[in-house]
Antibody, heavy 122, light 107 residues
Framework: QITLKESGPTLVKPTQTLTLTCSFS??????????VGWIRQPPGKALEWLAT???????RYSPSLQSRVTITKDTFKNQVVLTVTNMDPVDTATYYC??????????????WGQGTLVTVSS | EIVLTQSPATLSLSPGESATLSCRTS??????LAWYQQKPGQGPRLLIY???IRATGIPVRFSGSGSGTDFTLTISSVEPEDFAVYYC?????????FGGGTRVEIK
């Protein structure tokens, strides 16, 4: 049984740094071909990919957010952490983490968390 | 940056009808395309990857096709549980991007 769950603050102030944790079970992020990614979705809008970290410590970031986003993993705790600096009201969204599988032509997000809504407001 | 354009924005159908959803990419992406379904209040669900491979447990009424810049998700006979928003997603060098989505609603 694979599960992922996001946790972190539901409200942050503008300019603050957001830290979210993805806690997962049923797989290991040290297994070849496995990664964990973060995706967000502003209310009523489309999905936006933020970052992925892979079993081999390869980190990939959305070009539009690369300067503000960091992703790390703790293999022993089965957790992946996302930090987003300098939060703004436009960053208000539901943040999802997901397992990433595959390579080259078949990269897919096959298991998702339930998401956590983060509101940015003073 | 590759842009994914989904059409139509909204598709109104009755149960039992066939649904055809389009995803066009601004550059040739070979078959590096996946489809996801999202219902209200839920995280997305993987339907199709590598353009045409059904994910585990996905009903056969869902099929994907296409390569290059034009891709299609077809639902052969829409069931009541299929009314949702559908997103296509591309990956290149492990960077991901999503389309804007197509809402399939009950007519």
């Amino acid at each position: 049984q694979i599960t992922l769950k996001e946790s972190g603050p539901t409200l942050v102030k503008p300019t603050q740094t957001l830290t979210l944790t993805c806690s997962f079970s049923g797989f290991s992020v040290s297994t070849s071909g496995v990664g964990v990614g973060w995706i967000r979705q502003p209310p009523g809008k489309a999905l936006e990919w933020l970052a992925t970290i892979y079993w081999n410590d390869d980190e990939r970031y959305s070009p539009s957010l690369q300067s503000r986003v960091t992703i790390t993993k703790d293999t022993f705790k089965n957790q992946v952490v996302l930090t987003v600096t300098n939060m703004d009201p436009v960053d208000t969204a539901t943040y999802y983490c997901a397992r990433v599988l595959g390579s080259v032509g078949s990269i897919r997000l096959d298991w998702w968390g339930q998401g956590t809504l983060v509101t940015v407001s003073s | 940056e590759i842009v994914l354009t989904q059409s139509p924005a909204t598709l109104s159908l009755s149960p039992g009808e066939s649904a055809t959803l389009s995803c066009r990419t601004s550059q040739d992406v070979m078959n590096y395309l996946a489809w996801y379904q999202q219902k209200p209040g839920q995280g997305p669900r993987l339907l199709i990857y590598a353009a045409s491979i059904r994910a585990t447990g996905i009903p056969v009424r869902f099929s994907g096709s296409g390569s290059g810049t034009d891709f299609t998700l077809t639902i052969s006979s829409v069931e009541p549980e299929d009314f949702a928003v559908y997103y296509c997603k591309h990956h290149s060098n492990r960077l991901l991007s999503f389309g804007g989505g197509t809402r399939v609603e009950i007519k």
